[in-house]
């Protein structure tokens, strides 16, 4: 206890940790080996110097080896979407239905998300309100992205993570290095990832990071409202977004979009807030997929659409990309995805269909 004291100290001071010395604290914070004061001082005095990507890998090592189970599909390459959360700029669930959109596409979404902790509907919140089994063995995901191209790893289930992550994530409402780490420690560890973030300065070293653990593309944003005062883990459709890309050598670049470039016209902070309920956040979720919803919410899913099928080649660039997302919704197959993967992601998959029945009737459709 004294020796990671200390260490909170030294991190206070300004200095740095190793990716091992990383790995150690954060097992100990896992294991529950020190009081929870000292562990939420831990990850404040981090997050307030700032994270290395060498202890951020350090952390998403400490929870994949210790807390993580493991998987195969025997399908590929693998595409993880989401964001950190803890933005200040909130929306609706946005990264869900670009997932089955992507995934109607052809390519492999292996998700690992959570219940919302600082929203009202979350990953697992939506995609069980639809009827996928949320709470299910990670052997049954990997089936359902074997068979219906998608499936999701609940972060928060113990089926996954059986060993802290939800008592650690369920009493912290602040962004902190587990918001990258945990997110990171897919159950499947796919080779190619879009992540929003939380900040603007985590970018890059968010994208080091991943290239460290082994991620072969991916994308890192963070977009902005009008003026630029607030933020979200989303590419925006309300002003610009800043990227990072890893390629296929290992290279980092950056560079920034705007709503226009894409295609998109801007809209308001107010036509893309959350919903009032889960309910209405399934509602309006079978909506854009069935292309009943096609003002701005669909447009800013069609937007974090796009850097899916940018970094699986299934596009040039993430204009082409957008317009691509569109056609899929246009098509129908996003729906039927929807319905495959409830079928094939359930213990009970009577149920699960009963319950996509209901919710789509619900959504006129």
């Known amino acids: ?62 929870i994949y080896e210790l807390d993580t189970v493991k998987v195969t599909p025997s399908v590929g390459p693998l595409v993880d979407n989401c964001g950190t959360g803890m933005d200040l700029l909130k929306t609706f669930n946005i990264s869900t239905p670009a997932s089955v959109i992507a995934a109607s596409a052809g390519i492999y979404m292996a998700k690992h998300g ?108 963070h977009g902005k409202n009008n003026d630029g005062s607030r933020g979200m883990d989303e590419i925006s459709t309300l002003g610009e977004t800043t990227i990072g890309e890893l390629d296929e050598d290992g290279g980092i670049s950056s560079y920034t979009i705007t709503p226009e470039e894409l295609g998109i016209a801007r809209s308001s902070e107010d036509a893309i807030m959350p919903l009032p309920s889960r309910e209405d956040a399934a509602l309006t979720f079978l909506r854009i997929l069935s292309g009943i919803e096609d003002g701005a919410r669909e447009d800013i ?37 929807l319905k495959k993967w409830v079928c094939e992601q359930n213990r009970d998959p009577t149920t699960g269909e009963e319950r996509f029945g209901i919710v789509l009737k619900a959504a006129g459709l």
């Not at 780490?181 to 560890?189: G, I, R, T, Y």
């Not at 899929?328 to 995805?337: A, E, H, N, R, V």
């Open 114 to 221: 959570a219940r919302a902790i600082t929203s009202s509907c979350g990953a697992v919140d939506l995609a069980e309100a639809v009827g996928v089994d949320v709470e299910c063995p990670v052997e049954l995901v990997k089936k359902s992205i074997e068979s219906a191209g998608i499936g999701l790893f609940n972060g928060m289930s113990p089926e996954v993570h059986p060993y802290a992550l939800f008592r650690i994530l369920s009493k912290i409402h602040f962004g902190t290095t587990l918001n990258i780490a945990a997110s990171l420690a897919n159950p499947a560890l796919p080779s190619y990832g879009v992540r929003g973030v939380y900040s603007e300065e985590m970018i890059e070293s968010v994208l080091q990071v991943m290239r460290e653990i082994g991620y072969k593309r991916a994308l890192v944003f």
């Open 1 to 62: 206890m004294e020796s990671f004291g200390s260490k909170i100290m030294d991190i206070v001071r300004g200095s740095n940790l190793t990716r091992s010395e990383a790995r150690v604290m954060f097992e100990v914070v896992l294991r529950d080996e020190v009081e929870e004061m000292e562990q939420g001082a831990f990850l404040a005095a981090l997050v307030t110097k700032g994270e290395t990507p060498e202890e951020i890998a350090g952390s998403w090592e400490a």
């Open 301 to 337: 899913v069609v937007a974090n659409t796009a850097p899916i099928l940018y970094i699986t080649d299934m596009v040039k660039d993430l204009e082409e990309g957008v317009l691509m997302a569109r056609e899929l919704i246009q098509s129908g197959k996003p729906i039927d995805t």
